[in-house]
């Protein structure tokens, strides 16, 4: 029995393996740059710093003056209601009085004593809108603190003479604002110096009062308003009204 060749195998030649990769260094940092601050700049900012302060100032200086001024309103409505009080005091003994009259000596003395207390300072009081009949308020409403117009004319001479027989009040929508009352007053004191002598005494104008409540007036004149006569206005009349100030020159 012959025997069988065998074929060799044939040997496959296996790559090389590759060497792993060298590392590599990282990449170095990038240096931060430098910021060079503009000397104008800072100096801008400063100057910016210093104005925001003083402003701070006034804003709290306004304040202060404000918390003063409302103590001063608070305590002329005391003196107001107090006012009031003793009036209504002296309303009530006349009319008990004229209802239950004493004999005539005792009378008279009672009416005396009334008159006499009036007489130490007593005044009905004469309320005036402000707009309208003190300021002649032609311009269109800017502001509670903002008075463009001038006096209506004649009302110097005129107020200074109420004031001899009343005891003068300015109410008006600016009395309930913040600034409003400040505000009318620094206006009247600026015209008063304007509009009469250099050195004239204008002391008198510190009698007027500046409630920010509407008060218990003997009479009221005011230029928006119709004298009540006991017979109610009808609805075209009260919509086709215009203040005197707002009327047609024609």
């Known amino acids: 029995m012959a025997k069988r060749k065998t074929t060799p195998k044939k040997k496959v ?18 240096e931060e740059p430098k910021v060079e601050v503009d000397p104008e700049f800072l100096a801008k900012i400063e100057r910016e710093v210093a104005r925001l302060e003083v402003a701070l100032g006034e804003a709290e200086k306004r304040n202060q003056d404000l918390q003063k001024d409302n103590v001063r309103q608070e305590a002329e409505i005391e003196k107001a209601d107090l006012r009031d009080r003793v009036t209504g005091q002296i309303q009530d003994r006349e009319d008990r009085l004229m209802e239950n009259p004493p004999d005539k000596a005792a009378l008279q003395a009672e009416v005396e004593e009334l008159k006499a207390a009036r007489a130490e300072g007593y005044k009905p009081i004469l309320c005036l809108g402000f707009d309208g009949v003190v300021h002649e308020s032609r311009q269109p409403w800017r502001g509670p603190a903002e008075i463009p117009d001038r006096p209506v004319a004649g009302f110097f001479p005129w107020v200074r003479e109420a004031l001899d027989h009343f005891e003068v009040h300015i109410f008006s929508a600016r009395s309930n604002y913040p600034g409003g009352i400040a505000a009318m007053k620094k206006w009247l004191a600026k015209w008063a110096v304007d509009l009469h002598d250099r050195g004239e005494d204008l002391a008198w104008l510190n009698e ?43």
């Not at 030649?13 to 990038?30: F, G, H, I, L």
């Not at 500046?210 to 009540?228: E, G, M, N, Q, Y």
């Open 13 to 30: 030649a296996t790559p090389p393996k590759e060497a792993p990769p060298a590392p590599q260094d990282s990449p170095a940092a990038p």
């Open 208 to 250: 007027i009062k500046w409630p920010t409540k509407k008060p218990p007036a003997h009479v009221s004149l005011d230029d928006r308003a119709i004298t009540f006569k006991g017979d109610w206005p009808s609805i075209t009349i009260l919509r086709a009204f215009k203040p005197w100030n707002k009327r047609s020159t024609l």
